[in-house]
């Protein structure tokens, strides 16, 4: 069961380059998000994607540019890497759900960011 | 401005007592609240969520409370095990199904 993958998985940029992390989900989900995850900050949204075909800013959306590439895949780019954007990326999906979980998200395993 | 809180960044439990995990949030709208356990270089995975419209869900160890008024849920791990330590987010669902998550409480057990 893959669930949710995305890469890289280790990744160092210089300030200003770019790139591009990828994640692709294998559950049929409709729903897919970046967060990223820094020390005493917990998980912040990036962007989301509610549905194929459309995106919408999150918490932190500043720096970042996402691609619902289809329904499978959503990916996040950085044009210009800057320090501040040293961190641990995940990916995730959903199905909303209105029974008794409520809306459970998958995460990928993280991708760790770092900009010298 | 931080909508769900864990203003205990961490905590430490000896084996078979009791784990509680606190969180606070402000928005009187969240229907959901969920939390997740996160093992070091690994994703969060879901553990035990509760309806905004019930006060209790348990769960096996695992049991959380909700105290709508206060704006306060809990998580009680009993007994706390090893295995158990990890780090654990709370999290809110807003309207349109985003999920907002707290800062994280790492949790240790000693055995």
Redesign the interface.
Known sequence: NAGVTQTPKFQVLKTGQSMTLQCAQDMNHNSMYWYRQDPGMGLRLIYYSASEGTTDKGEVPNGYNVSRLNKREFSLRLESAAPSQTSVYFCASSEINRGSSGNTIYFGEGSWLTVV | DQQ?K?NS?SLSVQEGRISILNCDYTNSMF????W?KKYP??????LI?I?SIKDKNEDGRFTVFLNKSAKHLSLHIVPSQPGDSAVY?C?A?SQ?????????TELSVKP
């Open positions: 769900v864990q960044p229907d959901y609240f969920l997740y270089a690994e994703g969060p995975t879901f969520s309806s987010f999290a669902r349109g199904g985003k999920l907002i998550f707290g800062q994280g």
